[in-house]
């Protein structure tokens, strides 16, 4: 009996439910498409076309049937289409496991749900899947402009949850509610942020590709494979220095250090690793912060030449920097610079030998002209310097844009095009010192950098990578000389972008003459390395540091939890105190009267709390005359506004202009 | 529009009653909210001749009953005589059944006779042996009450005196309307030479549209606020019924329908709180009932929006 009351009940309540929101409302439906969009559209960066189109194109016949006001198509054809659409996810990833099918999967299912939504329950399962969207955008990518675009999608969805419950209410109003809910729950998110126990290594089912090299750095050079990275702005790492930074002639980032010559390319040899560096740094010392973005390799573009470091670093024989293990994230280290410091100064003989070896019949044009410029030199510092001088003699022009070299780059180069990048520059000046007997390498890592003046962080970006060149010289060790300054000398001195006489070639984000655009990017890019520095980067070892200093010792679960416990209560107990205190929330009409009332109360004519409008009208007509007529129709509108029958929007704005036209002050 | 006639009766009463507008327009008021009116004054201000006025300028039909502590109730509601031709009783309706009564000094009667009328003002109807004989509408009942000689009278029980809507008292007139008086035609013949101005339709029309008026929900708030302090003043004892708020409401729409606005101020309700309170409230000190200075305290402790 009980039993079937009770069904009977159920029944009701269901019918009840679903005969109070009947379908959706206008109102209603347009905030759950807006916040379904925001959180369809930020996947179709990533999903497969198709998936992401058709996902949009659901939202969109959703939207068609809202405005027309008509039914929601067959169950049955719903039906067919969830399950055309789960074959295609099949077909395209060939599973269903993992987390783009799933992503795919629901980026369809929410189109569909929205599609059959009758109810206020479909309604909510919607806001739901739009949230969980929001939430799987961060499986992506973590950026800064990611958690904008959550936050403003979260803020759509929680719209949309307010029109549910307020069906008659004001589109404006539903956003504001929703703002200041989400408001609230900042304190929430921080607590969690800050006391949830961190997970060690990236989350869940990141994208494999985040591994892949990105670096413009790579352990074979060929002409034109650095001139390609002078097209990108993407940022290879940030350096923050304790003091004063170098100056930008002094900021050679060292990365491979290419020995071997085949002609036409250049090819890193084995080196020896050792966990102190292969030289006793002397001189000044520069301490600096690196912030490198991952890149799937182990080398540490390091400032020329990096002292003793943390015993997380390797150091090789040919000087190079490298991290124990590839640089999957992005990584910080705390390095120092010795730039004074002779390096190689007992070179090994076979690395000298190695480092003097030219192909046969290779660059042969090139080979006579370092054989004459070397005739009668008395040491290798004067081939250097002879070397040196008749390069300058040859005015060579740099440029993005090289010509294509054939079999003999270095010749082509020196005699015929005379056009060319830094890697241009860097090979055929080590072939000409090799040919001359003097052991050369080629040394590629980043040039420069660019101080950003908001964080006073310096920005070295995959436009900076750079090639030049060392020479060994007796008694001074391994000397650095780049030949692209004695083209372009503004390449070393001020970066690529001052270095081209044609500005056009470069990106937009790169030019010179675009100052406004690049304090934009400045700040932008200010924000974004704060964003990774204390979101990103508060790995579980900085919580556990903070914790310590917060007095909860060791980060134990129990002390973990009732931190967490007393975080969230004080914040309910702040959250609802204020709810209590706030006075009501006062209608435009009311507000507009009350800093009326203060303005006249300014004025020498104050209301008394208990004086009706029409009466503090008279009042107000005795304290000042000559505005009797204005005052008298301010608090005849208020009357009529406040204690009338439903004011029109115009009136309220009729009594602000009025109030706004009174010239007592 | 109906408060053109409402304009036009009181033009044309207070060129009869001089001087006393403003009771005019509460008594006019009082009417409109279909409430009774108790004036309480000495003899000689002109309590008859404002019931008389209002009378006559409405055409409404008009009773003069003098209580005295020999009345019966059957004295004012009718009897019913056996007819012997039609071998039934028949009731013969008393002074009751007219649309305005003035109820003269209605505290010497008995408090018997006294219920009688007030109930058949509460019910708008009279019952005699078991039959049920409708008043006319509309009906309106001026009472009055002379305060100063309490010797040989029945003070009207609180309960009695909640029937009212208004008390109003009419006071002397001021020396420039007595001089008018003293120099002028005899009230009595002035007014058998006023014509009607206006009809019991249209008395019926303004009463209908008083009920009409926006009450907006901040008055509301307002109402209550001040019921809530005569309830809580320790100044008083007891408050306000809600039947009292009720007829404070019902008069503010009136007094608002007279000033010609479609909606219900804040001051219409302070206009006629004191009317509506002063013979309803009592003081804790002393039992009286509280001086217009009291009540004025106590609107003005209460905040408005």
């Not at chain 1, 692209?484 to 984000?509: K, V």
């Not at chain 1, 003459?513 to 304090?519: G, T």
Request: with cysteine; proline share 8%.
């Amino acid at each position: 009996m009980i039993g079937r009351h009770l069904l009977a009940t159920m029944r009701a309540g269901r019918r009840h439910d679903s005969a109070s929101v009947p379908s959706l409302q206008r109102g209603q439906g347009t905030w759950l498409l807006a916040s379904a969009a925001a959180a369809v559209a930020p996947h179709g960066a990533w999903l497969p076309p198709w998936v992401a189109a058709l996902g949009l194109a659901l939202l969109a016949w959703r939207g068609i049937l809202l405005w027309r006001g008509s039914r929601p198509p067959p169950a049955l054809l719903l039906l067919a289409l969830a399950l055309a659409g789960a074959v295609g996810v099949r077909a395209e990833f060939g599973h269903f496991f993992g987390k783009d099918p799933g992503l795919a999967v629901l980026v369809l299912l929410l189109g569909l749900k929205l599609l059959e939504t009758r109810a206020a329950r479909d309604i909510r399962a919607g806001v739901l899947l739009c949230l969980f969207l929001q939430l799987a955008l961060f499986l992506e990518d973590q950026s800064l402009p990611t958690a904008a675009l959550a936050l403003a999608g979260t803020l759509l969805a929680l719209a949309a949850l307010v029109a549910l419950a307020d069906p008659g209410g004001d589109g404006r109003e539903h956003l504001r509610t929703a703002a200041t809910l989400l408001a609230q729950g900042i304190p929430f998110m921080l607590v969690l942020f800050v006391l949830f126990p961190r997970v060690q290594g990236p989350l869940w089912g990141l994208p494999a590709d985040a591994f892949s090299a990105r670096s413009g750095l790579s352990d074979t050079m060929s002409p034109g494979s650095i001139s390609e990275l002078g097209l990108s702005s993407e940022i290879a790492m940030r350096a923050a220095f304790e003091g004063a930074p170098p100056p930008p002639a002094e900021r050679y980032w060292r990365g491979p250090v290419l020995t071997r010559f085949d002609g036409r390319e250049w090819h890193a040899v084995p080196a020896a690793e050792a966990d102190a560096p292969y030289y006793t740094p002397t001189g000044p010392r520069l301490d600096y912060l690196l912030t490198i973005e991952p890149h799937n390799r182990r080398w540490l573009p390091a400032l020329e030449h990096p002292g003793p470091t943390q015993p997380a670093l390797r150091h090789t024989s040919d000087l190079r920097t490298l991290a124990l293990r590839p640089l999957q994230a992005r990584s910080r280290f705390a390095l120092s610079a010795y730039p004074a410091t002779p390096v190689g100064v007992d070179e090994t003989a076979a690395v000298l030998a190695a480092a003097t070896r030219l192909p046969a019949r290779s660059n042969p044009r090139s080979v006579r002209l370092a054989q004459e410029l070397a005739a009668g030199a008395r040491d290798h510092g004067e081939v250097l310097a002879r070397v040196i001088a008749h390069l300058r003699s040859l005015r060579l022009i740099y440029t993005l844009r090289p010509p294509l070299l054939g079999a003999h780059p270095a010749d082509e180069f020196l005699f015929d095009t005379r056009r060319g990048f830094c890697e241009h520059f860097a090979s055929t000046f080590a072939v000409l010192m090799r040919a001359a007997g003097v052991p050369t390498r080629i040394v590629t890592g980043y040039q420069g950098g660019e101080m950003n003046p908001v964080d006073r962080h310096l920005v070295i970006r995959q436009s900076d990578a750079h090639a030049w060149a060392e020479v060994w010289l007796q008694g001074r060790g391994w000397v650095r000389v780049d030949p692209t300054a004695l083209a372009a000398p503004q390449r070393i001195e001020s970066g690529i972008a001052w270095a081209l006489t044609d500005n056009a070639e470069l990106p937009l984000m790169l030019r010179a003459d675009m100052a406004w655009l690049r304090s934009l990017r400045h700040r932008w890019e200010a924000a974004s390395n704060a964003w990774n520095q204390h979101v990103l980067g508060y790995t579980p070892e900085r919580q556990r540091e903070l914790l310590a200093r917060l007095g909860l010792g060791s980060g134990a679960l129990a002390a973990r939890v009732a931190a967490l416990a007393t975080a969230a209560l004080v914040l309910f107990g702040g959250l609802y105190a204020w709810s209590v205190r706030r006075p009501p929330q006062r209608d435009p009409v009311q507000r507009l009267w009350l800093s009326f009332c203060a303005r006249m109360a300014a004025a020498g004519a104050a209301r008394e709390p208990w004086q009706g409008p029409l009466d503090y009208a008279a009042h107000l007509a005795r304290c000042h005359p000559a505005h009797t007529q204005a005052l008298r129709e301010i608090c005849q509108t208020y009357a009529r506004l406040h204690y009338g029958p439903h004011p029109p929007d115009e009136d309220v704005r009729a009594l602000k202009k009025q109030i706004a036209r009174l010239k007592i002050k | 529009m109906p408060q053109d006639h409402a304009n036009r009766l009181l033009e044309a009463a207070s060129r009869i009653i001089l001087g006393k507008e403003r009771e005019l327009r509460l008594a006019l008021a009082c009417l409109i909210a279909r409430g009774h009116l108790l004036i309480e004054d000495v003899p000689g201000v002109g309590k008859t001749t404002l019931a008389h006025v209002l009378a006559r300028l409405m055409g409404l039909q008009f009773q003069r009953i003098q209580f005295t502590s020999d009345l019966l109730p059957a004295d004012i509601l009718g009897v019913s005589i056996f007819d012997r031709e039609t071998s039934a009783f028949r009731f013969h309706p008393g002074p009751a059944f007219a649309q305005l009564i003035l109820a003269d000094e209605i505290n010497r009667a008995t408090p018997k006779t006294q219920s009688a009328l007030l109930e058949a003002m509460e019910e708008r109807q009279v019952t005699a042996d078991g039959q049920t004989h409708a008043l006319p509408e509309p009906f309106f009942v001026i009472a009055t009450q002379n305060p100063a000689h309490q010797i040989g009278t029945f003070p009207l029980p609180e309960s009695q005196l909640d029937r009212f809507l208004l008390r109003i008292r009419l006071g002397y007139p001021d020396p420039q309307a007595e001089r008018a008086l003293l120099m002028g035609e005899d009230r009595r013949a002035l007014l058998e030479r006023q014509p009607a101005v206006s009809s019991p339709a249209d008395l019926l029309d303004l009463q209908r549209a008083a009920q009409r008026l926006h009450v907006a929900a901040p008055l509301v708030d307002y109402i209550q606020a001040l019921l809530g302090a005569t309830r809580n003043s320790p100044e008083f004892a007891g408050g306000l019924s809600p039947r009292a708020g009720l007829g404070l409401l019902a008069a503010a729409r009136a007094w608002a329908l007279l000033d010609g606005r479609d909606h219900v101020l804040p001051e219409d309700v302070q206009t006629l709180f004191p009317h509506v309170a002063a013979h309803r409230l009592h003081l804790a000190a002393d039992g009286r009932s509280p001086p217009p200075e009291t009540l004025m305290r106590l609107v003005q402790a209460v905040t408005l929006g």
